[in-house]
């Protein structure tokens, strides 16, 4: 009996983020099934039971608790005569209406296991409420019918899927990132931060591309297009759209998309510069071209920096901008306890699909995690 | 199958061989024929006499797998729930089992689940030796003051704390949410913590030994005091700014870049002088110490002087004569021979005139095995019957400490001193005697009484010599030497008188290594 990793319950595990759900057996390096959160749905009363665009693609389920959505489908991506949303998650999940459907979908058609037969292990942020803990036990319990069900913490589980018992966790998601010291496997409460510096990146960088070189970019999603020309570089692009979709395509499925568009062009050509705002050093760094769904191609120069900038450090001229990755860091390491903060620091963990962001470590790597009188010397030395 | 081996051949017309058993049918053919895969050139060349390789393995099916039947057959698993008894809610899980293990076996991952002990007290006990507002009435060595009030509350809360957490203290010191005006501190809970404990075991019957008691106490100490003063280190150390760590690190380049110049400057003077005069350059040597920088400096030199004779803890220098400049070693302290007499440790001085370069090594050797020798031999035999009218022999000590060979060494020398003053006299006395002869023939007078006076004295003089040394010594070989002493010790009075007038120079000299 190999008892390293404790026994073999085959239990499942479930993580619902802003913009996917994940799910997997435990002891697995990767999940399973990965669905997107973001959800198609027809706004009750549903008198008539609107087909689905694409009949074949997505899966209904009623959704019986709330009459506030009739139907919801899963992947929104064809979906667009529906109203769509969002995991509709502000930090944590906020409404639990999508939840049984989603998890549903992961688990017996993704997955095609019984619920009924495996524990649970659901996360959660460590900022999460009471009811929604009692919510999503009830969720398991009462429609899953599971045997036994848990709740874990991300930054936990995060800390020691890394190896570490004690760690200073960074996790970059689509909405929220978090700063979560963990210390013998216990989150440190009063250490915990979070920012929504993601979601800002986002609005930043839709009013950026509003307004590049003077031309408001348009952010139609593929879907919508019917053709389109090849064109020079930063030319009008020629493109003509599916016009019978245009017209049934609901407002939030639109949003929707274009925030997707969005999202690619940050994945895409972001870049996180690595010593804060030099306007010499970012002119010298290449530019990059892109191009949009509708043919409009573009290079992308200091724009893609600006982005980054704005994630990891202070800038003077945006008074909106919420607390930024380093403060975070150093806010959650101010707060612990002094003898603490040199392991914390030596043992961060990043995480979450913001840090993919190019260039994420970088700042870490040249020691500019300094802020208030946290010294270099101990934070940003080891950023895996 | 009436048709034999026999009737094949023979139809066949192949040669019969009756030797060709059942076993080699297959086998005849091939020592005739040339074998396929070899060319004829060489088969013509090699003859039948072909290498066995090209031996046909005939090409075969492949075999059917063998299934593992009985023991070795694949062990069978079965899913089966279980019961964790460190669980205390009967939760049933299913785990996958050998089929072979018992179901009914305790759960192997249940002796994980370990627990501190824990202290629980009353509330009598709590009123008698917890309440610190008691104990304030009493103040110890004005340690009270650092004290922070504790209501029976709070104590309860920071135990069920501590029990929930397991003793992670930063944890307890997160989830404890103490009302501010407390002011509570990560330390004021370690220390109301380690303190209640010591006073519940040190106020209740104990069941085992006293000693047992004292070191379970000792594990629950807490020094509030100097956790505290650790902490502010701590802070202070990460509130260093950025400047002051540019100039630590400066510092410390500074420092290493001195040392360094400082130990080059040593290699290339040392070189030179070794070069041109042959000597050390006398430079005290460099302290190697890369854990504290300031220890380099050849200031520091002083300071390790100053502090070697304090103790017999601290080394003396090492003896060892290599390398180390003798112009450094030789200004011994006092202190330091002091130090050797104590422990006892000899030092083998180097003779001044030894070269300081060429290291002076001296192999480690047994004294006993160095006792000195008669070198002279036209002497020897002298000096040899000269130590058995003493009753001693040169060559054997038995005790050959290093006073005793010390005295050996002086006896041998005055020995040989005096027999070669003896030779001296003799040959003088001979001279005189010769005068006196040629005196007496032209005087016509014999001098038969002077020689009688000079043979006595003598004998006399070895007499003293030995004496005086034999005073001085001291271990085994002083037992001979005493006894010889007493013996030779009535001829003393009467020859003196002679000595005086006919040895005088030997006389004087012996005096001299008397003092």
Not at chain 1, 278 to 305: C, H, I, L
Request: glycine share 6%; net charge neutral.
């Amino acid at each position: 009996m190999v008892n390293y990793g404790g026994d073999e319950v085959s239990a499942l595990v479930v993580d619902i983020g802003t913009s996917s759900l994940r799910a997997g057996y435990a002891g697995d390096d990767t999940p399973k099934s990965i669905i997107p959160t973001s959800f198609g749905y027809t706004p009750a009363p549903p008198e008539a039971d609107v087909p689905m665009a694409d009949g074949t693609e997505g899966e209904g389920q009623a959704s019986t608790t709330k009459p506030k959505y009739a139907n919801i489908y899963i992947r929104s991506e064809r979906t667009l005569n529906m109203a769509a949303r969002d995991g509709n998650w502000e930090s944590y999940i906020h409404d639990f209406n999508p939840i049984p459907p989603l998890i549903r979908h992961a688990l017996e058609n993704v997955m095609r296991v019984d619920p009924t037969e495996h524990p649970i292990l659901v996360t959660e942020p460590a900022w999460n409420t009471p009811e929604n803990r009692e919510r999503m036990a009830e969720i398991m319990f009462e429609e899953f019918n599971v045997p036994a069900f848990y709740i874990a913490n991300t930054g936990v589980l995060n800390a020691f899927a890394a190896g570490k018992g004690s760690a200073l966790v960074i996790d970059i998601g689509q909405s929220v990132a978090s700063v979560t010291p963990v210390v013998d496997g216990f989150v440190l409460r009063k250490g915990l931060s979070h920012s929504p510096i993601p979601k800002f990146i986002q609005s930043l960088t839709k009013s950026l591309l509003s307004n590049h070189r003077n031309v408001n970019i348009d952010l139609w999603p593929h879907q919508l297009i019917a053709s389109k020309m090849p064109v020079d570089l930063h030319q009008a692009p020629h493109y003509t759209l599916r016009t019978e979709r245009v017209e049934r395509t609901t407002k939030s499925w639109k949003d929707w998309a274009e925030q997707k568009e969005i999202e690619e062009w940050i994945q895409s050509i972001a870049q996180v510069p690595e010593q804060g705002w030099n306007d010499q050093v970012v002119a010298r760094m290449p530019a990059k071209a892109y191009e949009f769904p509708t043919g409009y191609s573009a290079v992308f120069g200091a724009e893609r920096y600006q982005v980054g900038e704005h994630m990891f450090f202070n800038n003077p001229q945006n008074a909106s901008q919420p607390k930024i990755i380093m403060a975070l860091v150093s806010d959650a390491l101010r707060t612990c306890d002094p003898e603490l903060r040199g392991v914390l620091a030596s043992n961060v963990v990043l995480t979450g699909g913001g840090s993919l962001l190019t260039g994420v470590p970088g700042p870490a790597k040249h020691g500019t995690w300094k802020d208030g009188n946290i010294g270099k010397a101990i934070v940003g030395q080891r950023c895996k | 199958m009436a048709v034999s081996a026999a009737d094949v051949r023979s139809a066949l017309s192949l040669p019969d061989s009756s030797a060709a058993g059942p076993s080699n049918p297959r086998k005849q053919p091939s020592m005739t024929r040339k074998p396929e895969g070899i060319s004829r050139e060489l088969y013509s060349l090699i003859g039948p006499s072909q290498p066995s390789l090209a031996a046909q393995a005939k090409p075969r099916l492949k075999q059917k797998p063998k299934f593992a039947t009985g023991a070795s057959a694949a062990t069978k698993w079965s899913l089966r729930s279980f019961n964790n008894s460190a669980r205390k809610d009967g939760l049933q899980l299913k785990h996958w089992a050998k089929a072979s293990e018992d179901p009914e076996t305790e759960y192997p991952f249940a002796k994980y689940n370990t627990q501190n002990p824990t202290y629980t007290y009353s509330q009598d006990e709590y009123n008698r030796f917890l309440d610190t507002a008691n104990r304030s009435a009493t103040p110890k060595d004005g340690k009270i003051e650092i004290e922070k009030y504790w209501t029976k509350e709070l104590t309860d809360k920071l135990f069920k704390l501590y029990q929930e957490y397991d003793g992670r203290w930063h944890v307890i010191w997160d989830r404890a949410d103490f009302p501010p005006d407390a002011g509570f501190d990560l330390e004021d809970l370690k220390h109301r913590y380690y303190s209640v404990c010591r006073k519940l075991i040190r106020n209740r019957p104990w069941p085992g030994d006293e000693a047992s008691r004292v070191t379970l106490i000792n594990s629950l100490q807490f020094d509030l005091e100097r956790e505290q003063m650790r902490k502010r280190y701590l802070v202070s150390l990460e509130s260093r700014t950025s400047e002051q760590l540019a100039e630590e690190e400066a510092l410390y380049l500074e420092v290493r870049r001195l040392e360094q110049t400082e130990r080059r400057f040593k290699h290339e003077r040392e070189e030179l002088m070794r070069t041109l005069a042959g000597m050390d350059s006398g430079l005290p040597h460099l302290v190697e110490d890369n854990g504290a920088p300031l220890g380099i400096l050849p200031e520091s030199r002083g300071l390790n002087k100053k502090r070697k004779p304090t103790g017999m803890d601290t080394e003396p220098p090492t003896p060892s004569g290599a390398g180390s400049s003798p112009s450094v070693k030789r200004p011994q302290s006092t202190k330091s021979a002091a130090y050797d007499a104590q422990h006892c440790i000899i030092r083998t001085e180097l003779s001044s005139n030894t070269p300081a370069t060429k290291a002076a090594h001296q192999p480690a050797y047994a004294r006993s095995s160095k006792i000195p020798y008669l070198k002279n031999n036209a002497m020897q035999p002298k000096i040899l019957q000269c130590f058995a009218e003493m009753g001693l022999s040169p060559s054997r000590l038995v005790m050959p400490t290093k006073e005793n060979v010390h005295q050996l060494d002086g006896l041998l020398e005055a020995v040989t001193a005096m027999l070669d003053t003896k030779k001296h006299l003799d040959k003088v006395e001979y001279d005189i005697q010769v005068a006196k002869k040629q005196l007496a023939m032209r005087n016509g007078e014999g001098v038969e009484e002077g020689e009688d006076t000079v043979k006595n004295e003598d004998a006399m003089d070895v007499d003293q010599g030995t004496e005086t040394e034999g005073n001085e010594g001291r271990g085994a070989s002083v037992v001979s030497i005493r006894s010889a002493r007493s013996r030779k010790k009535t001829h003393r009075s009467m020859s003196i008188s002679s000595v005086d007038t006919t040895a005088t120079s030997v006389s004087t000299r012996k005096r001299q290594k008397r003092g």
